[in-house]
Every structure is written in C-alpha cells, then in structure tokens.
C-alpha cells in the first residue's frame, strides 16, 4: 500500500469520478483505475460500487475512506513538521485576535519576540466572535487570543492558558438617552437602532447575541464604526470597556443601568493553540513566553 493509491482513492471516493480524478491529479485514468485495483487486492476488500455511471463507496469503502482522509493527514503533517525543522525558523507567525481583547496588553510581549527573531514575520489578524477561534481550527493561524464559551474549554482540539479578564458595556450617547426620561429597561429601546458587529466567523450560525426579539439593529464590520455611530446617538449597544474609557470622561457616552439585560459582561481571555499544528521554534518560543507572562491590570 502507498501513499499514491491512497490519494487516488481519495480523489475517485470524492469525485465519483476516474475522469475527474484525472484531471485534479493530472494523473491518466487507466493508471488511477489500476491504482485502486491493485489497492483493493492488497487490502483484500471492493472499495466501489461499479454497477452505476457514477463510483460509490461500498461500506467498507466508506469506513476505509474515513482511516485513509487520517492517514494522509498525518502524512501531510509529518511533510510539514520536516519541512519546518529543514529551514530552520518559521518566516511567519500569524496570531488571530478576538477583535475586544486590548492588545496594548501584549506589545512588551510581541516586541521581546519580534527581538529574539528578527527574521521572522509576525501577522496580527483581528477578527470578531468566532472568527479568531475559526481561523485556528483550519489551521489558518498558529495562536488565536479570544475568549471561549464552555463548551470551547472542553474542546479536546486545543491546547490554552488564561492571560487576563475584559468586559462590555452597555452604553449609548447623551441624546439617545434624553429621549428616554426615566429610561429603566431595553424594552424602552426596542425602536431605537441596536448596533451589533457581526461574526467573523460562522460560529453564530446567523445568530446575534444579547438582540431581543423585535430590535431595530444596524449591522457593523468593526469596533470603531459601531462607537462612531452610538456617539453620534445613532443607536445603543456593547462596546468594550478600553474604548470608551475617554468618552465617558468626556460625556460623549453614558453607561446604561438597564434592569431586565446584563449592562456589563466580564469574560477571560486565552491565548489558544491547534493540538494538530505543528508548533516551530519561534512558535514555540512566543507560546513559552505568553504563559509565563505577567500583564498589567491596568491595562484592560
């Protein structure tokens, strides 16, 4: 059994096709057909159903699919891990980050790092919701820092470690609220406009969080418009405690105190791996280096 022939059935399992596993293996159709017979005769078992236009699995087809689809990702990561360990340091690192988190926090971090490896690239995406923790899971990114639900905390894909607590609150602008004598409860709102960001990701499966039913909502891509719009009494909403700090200050926004909704929500925040990348040397340097790491509590 090689690894060619298991490609091979892959592509036929996937495309019901010699024709078209062909043409994404650039490979002739008589040699893919005779590299699955020749599979099956080592593995003494019919891997297709010939009997219609159309290959299909037959059941021990399927369940061998399934081993084969593990067997080439650790082929793919074993390619991976000699490649990384042949050239040395990684030329980039790419960190995911939970578009709330303060990452004042972490610069003396990323400048001790981006010191050790000068050559190295450092690729700081920000994303919202989920997006960060999606990138991870397909190995999009080599760290994430976001907080995660407690079903994420169980999850047996990832590796953790805890850096420091943020919050959101609940605010709105002066004029919004002089609409509203004697506001006491969101359902005093529910006219008004709701800015929501939206999910980076698809974990929200078109869901969006802490909305009643009925809301008006203007849908934003991002933190500074969502606080644009909110102090110019365009609607209400979350935003994270370290961007409003001046404008409560200054009185261009006012923190709810809503009865019947949570008006500030804490969360912890992790720096987050994937138990299924590899981790290089200068990845596993900055890892080191952020669970050991002390942050100022002033900061967030």
Known sequence: ?????????????????????????????????????????????????????????TDEGKVLYQQTLRVLDEANSLRNIASNIASGNETSITLTTEA????????????????????????????????????????????????LTPDLLQNSQIDRHMLNSGQLVNVASPQLIARHPGLYASTELINEYQIVVQDSGRGSLNKSWGVQDGQRC????????????????????????????????????????????ENTITFDYYIIKNKKQYLGPVAQALWEQFKTYTFNTSVQ
């Not at 399992?13 to 293996?25: D, F, I, Q, V």
């Not at 991002?222 to 200054?250: C, Q, R, V, Y």
């Open 218 to 261: 203007w849908y934003v891509n991002d933190f500074a418009t969502k606080k644009m719009l909110i102090e110019s009494g365009m609607g209400w909403g979350k935003l994270p405690g370290h961007h409003i700090e001046k404008s409560i200050e200054n009185g261009k926004l006012v923190k709810l105190q809503l009865s019947d909704i």
């Open 100 to 147: 709330t988190y303060n990452l004042k926090g972490i610069v003396p971090l990323l400048a001790t790092v981006q010191k050790q490896f000068p050559d190295t690239q450092f690729i700081l995406k920000q994303e919202y919701l989920t997006g960060a923790l999606e990138a991870l899971l397909q190995q999009n990114a080599t760290f994430c820092l976001s907080p």
């Open 1 to 57: 059994m090689k690894l060619e022939q298991l490609i091979m059935f892959q592509s036929v399992a996937e495309l019901g096709s010699l024709s078209k596993a062909s043409t994404r293996l650039n490979k002739t159709q008589p040699a893919i057909s005779q590299s699955i017979k020749q599979l099956e005769t080592t593995l003494r078992v019919t891997l297709f159903n010939r009997s219609a236009y159309r290959l299909t699995l």
